[in-house]
């Protein structure tokens, strides 16, 4: 169901800023805006599409706060000090406001904290989350009339958020969100909180973008949802997530087909049949764990047993080519014991992941964990941490080192300080640093020779 956005009652209807309003004198003309975006792909690609819908309104997008008229943060909640990052930047912007420029906070701190980021930063116009992007238009309106509380929090919603036009930062790289929400209830996350209930994108409205983008010029697409595996297409057709990873993968142009992030629960062997079968699904899933024992991942509610965890493991590494695996972990989670913690280290052994991100545990608002008392002492989450990205890093090391000789197709993504020197993905997504005196390959495909290797890289020679 869709409720229209909320306009907070009282300030309201109508009121205009005393200070001024930048949008008001300058909406479709000269109004210019300012994005800046923490967080997840997700809020990266979402950032995107709220560009696109600023463009397309006549704004322009400008570098620096100073020179914009708007002035947005699309923010991140998923633990305390990204959330904090967001109030200490909004602090720096206080002062804006009495210049006239309009201030909005987007994102899952906007949908967390809701109307009371007015009370804490009363210089903020705009409040919302993500599951109320698609009324940005109509919220902009009312911010171009002056309105000076503008709310869009609802998240009792049933839609997904699409644009006419994205602005895509990445030059090489197109994302393309494929569910949005999240339906899972892992006891310590904000996001089925932040971003609502799960959606999922119809799958001919996702292969005409993927056209589009090829068309373009983009040969990558990744598809995006916190849990993209949980994909459910709502049409007739009812693709299953594997049938559109090949109906994707068959774009002509398209070339290479990422999706993050896999939940565990619902992995299933078509999808590893279908990278089998189809070399443009890159050999690489990124499938986070959060935990090696048992208990913990119960107390989690993360639905999966390590037991049942590696099963789904096995079946990747039984692939006819190899598939990289990289995951996601959180230490000091309440509860966890030593023990606990030394099956998390033995499953790292046991896995031998390609690369992890690793999060000390961080208590948040409306979690079912919150009422758990955070029992791990920080210094001990610290030291957990720096035990578990250390033997990681000898992980990587070794699994790199075997590289050496091997040859990589490799995206070049950039060009590093140093002449003649650049760097850019294989299909696991691994960085591959290399020489070459070509003097333009951004964005081409080469292959790549690796010479040597490191914890987080690989080095090669362009093989001509
Ligand atoms: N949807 C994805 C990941 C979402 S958030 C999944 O299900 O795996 C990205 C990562 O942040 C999570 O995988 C988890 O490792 C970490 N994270 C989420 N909430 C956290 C919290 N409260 N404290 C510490 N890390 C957290
Ligand atoms: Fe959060 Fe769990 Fe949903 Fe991932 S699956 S977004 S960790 S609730
Ligand atoms: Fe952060 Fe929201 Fe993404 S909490 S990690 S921006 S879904």
Redesign the pocket.
């Known amino acids: 169901m869709n409720k229209p956005f909320d306009i907070e009652l009282g300030q309201l209807t109508g009121q205009t800023s005393s200070l001024g309003n930048a949008l008001t004198a300058l909406a479709g003309q000269h109004a210019t805006f300012f994005l800046e975006t923490f967080g997840?792909q997700m809020n990266d690609h979402d950032s995107e599409k709220v560009a696109g819908v600023l463009l397309s309104r006549g704004y322009r997008q400008v570098e620096t706060p100073e020179a914009a008229s708007l002035i947005l943060y699309n923010t991140c909640s998923?633990?305390e000090k990204a959330a904090q990052k967001v109030f200490s930047r909004l602090g720096e912007y206080r002062e804006k406001q009495s210049e006239g420029k309009v201030i909005g906070v987007l994102g899952c701190v906007a949908q967390q904290e809701g109307e009371e980021i007015f009370k804490r930063a009363p210089w903020v116009s705009l409040v919302c989350g993500s599951a109320s992007y698609s009324k940005l238009p109509e919220m902009l309106t009312r911010l171009e009339a002056g309105n000076h509380r503008v709310t869009g929090l609802d998240t009792d919603t049933d839609e997904t958020f699409e644009t006419e036009v994205t602005r895509r930062d990445n030059p090489w790289r197109a994302y393309l969100t494929i569910i949005e929400g999240?339906d899972?209830a892992?006891s310590?996350?904000?996001?089925p909180y932040t971003r609502g209930p799960e959606r999922s994108r119809a799958s001919d409205s996702i292969l005409r973008e993927v056209q589009q983008v090829a068309e373009l010029g983009y040969s990558e697409v990744q598809l995006l949802g916190?849990?993209v595996n949980s994909y459910a297409d709502p049409t007739p057709r009812r693709m299953r997530f594997s049938e559109l990873l090949l109906a994707v993968a068959d774009v002509p142009g398209i070339r290479r087909v990422r999706f993050t992030?896999s939940?565990p629960s619902d992995f299933t062997r078509d999808i590893v049949d279908a990278i089998e079968a189809e070399p443009k699904l890159c050999d690489h899933v990124h499938l986070?764990v959060?935990s090696g024992s048992s208990k913990v991942l119960q107390a989690m509610q993360r639905t999966y047993s390590r037991e049942e965890y590696l099963e789904k493991i096995a079946m990747i590494r039984a692939a006819n080519r190899p598939i990289a695996i990289t995951t996601?972990?959180?230490v000091g989670f309440p509860g966890e014991t030593e023990g606990d913690f030394e099956e998390t280290l033995s499953l790292l052994d046991e896995v031998g992941y390609d690369s992890l991100?690793?999060?000390?545990?961080?208590?948040?608002p409306n979690?079912p964990?919150l009422a758990m008392k955070d029992t791990i002492p920080e210094e001990e989450k610290s030291r957990r941490l720096g035990v578990l990205q250390e033997k990681q890093r000898e992980i990587q090391t070794a699994r790199n080192a075997v590289l050496v000789g091997e040859t990589f197709e490799v995206l070049v993504s950039g060009k590093s300080r140093r002449e003649n020197q650049w760097f850019g993905y294989s299909t696991s997504h691994r960085v591959i640093n290399f020489a070459s005196q070509a003097k333009e390959l951004l964005g081409t495909y080469v292959q790549i020779r690796v010479t040597g290797s490191g914890p987080n890289n690989l080095v090669g020679e362009h093989a001509v």
């Open positions: 997840c998923i633990r999240c899972k892992c310590y996350c904000v996001v916190q849990t992030t939940h986070p959060q996601d972990i959180i991100f690793s999060f000390k545990y961080s208590p948040r979690t964990s």
